[in-house]
């Protein structure tokens, strides 16, 4: 089966500039999570989806960060206006069901965000 | 909130083993286990669910214990292709809502 789509996988802005990024999930994933992952540390989990339904966004700075998930499939990440501790990696995941059925989540590759 | 994993960091020759460790202060309906090698995504190891099971894939196992909410990944017979960051995955109950969380990582590598 087709894995996690994202795009584009490298990014470099100057800060107080916009972004966006993108992420198709696997066919039929209803559970969506937007991660950063900054350089030496694990996976911070942004917020989830259930369908096109936020079930968890309490660490979205949502200041600048805003996401979607329209019908449910795709999702865009959008940060406005970027700062320079914004640089990490945004890794979008899926996973079958909701969390608590212990699915796996499988990632994308991930985008790298330098901002300057 | 972030589960602790350790040790932070490890070396180990080749066939050698190697325990991580992974510890919550919630309680967890699973945990789960991923390998992240540098610039790429985390691949998906294994899950642990409730009722302290231990599973095993090859050289590669792990245990769950519910009541002290840690969970442990054992590594034996290393080989090259174990290096990576190691990265336990939690699902915890916060005020009703399922969180999935990962660990502090720990980094592994493999020298022959």
């Known amino acids: 089966e087709a894995g996690v789509a994202q795009s584009p996988r490298y990014k470099i802005i100057e800060k107080r500039q916009s972004v966006a990024f993108w992420c198709n999930p696997i066919?039929?994933?209803?559970?969506l999570y937007w991660y950063q992952q900054i350089l030496g540390q694990g996976p911070k989990l942004l917020i989830q989806?259930?369908?096109?339904?936020?079930?968890?966004d309490s660490q979205l700075p949502k200041d600048r960060f805003s996401a979607e998930r329209l019908k449910g499939v795709d999702s865009t990440l959008k940060i406005q206006p970027a700062k320079l501790e914004d640089s990490a990696v945004y890794l979008c995941?899926?996973?079958?069901?909701?969390?608590?059925?212990?699915?796996?989540?499988?990632f994308g590759q991930g985008t790298r965000l330098t901002v300057v | 909130q972030q589960p602790v994993q350790s040790p932070q960091a490890v070396i180990l020759r080749e066939g050698e083993d190697a325990v991580i460790n992974c510890s919550s202060s919630?309680?967890?309906?699973?945990v789960h286990w991923y390998r992240q090698k540098h610039g790429e995504a985390p691949v998906f190891l294994m899950i642990?669910?409730?009722?302290?099971e231990q599973k095993g894939h090859e050289k590669i196992s792990a245990s769950f214990n519910e009541k002290k909410q840690q969970s442990s990944l054992y590594l034996t017979a290393s080989q090259l292709s174990y290096s990576g960051t190691y990265f336990c995955?939690?699902?915890?109950?916060?005020?009703?809502?399922?969180?999935?969380?990962f660990g502090t990582g720990t980094r592994l590598k493999v020298l022959a």
């Open positions: 995941a899926s996973s079958s069901t909701f969390a608590i059925q212990g699915l796996p989540a499988f």
């Open positions: 066919s039929g994933h209803a559970t």
């Open positions: 989806f259930q369908n096109n339904g936020v079930v968890d």
């Open positions: 919630k309680a967890l309906y699973s």
């Open positions: 642990l669910l409730k009722g302290g």
């Open positions: 995955g939690t699902e915890a109950d916060s005020s009703g809502t399922y969180k999935y969380i």
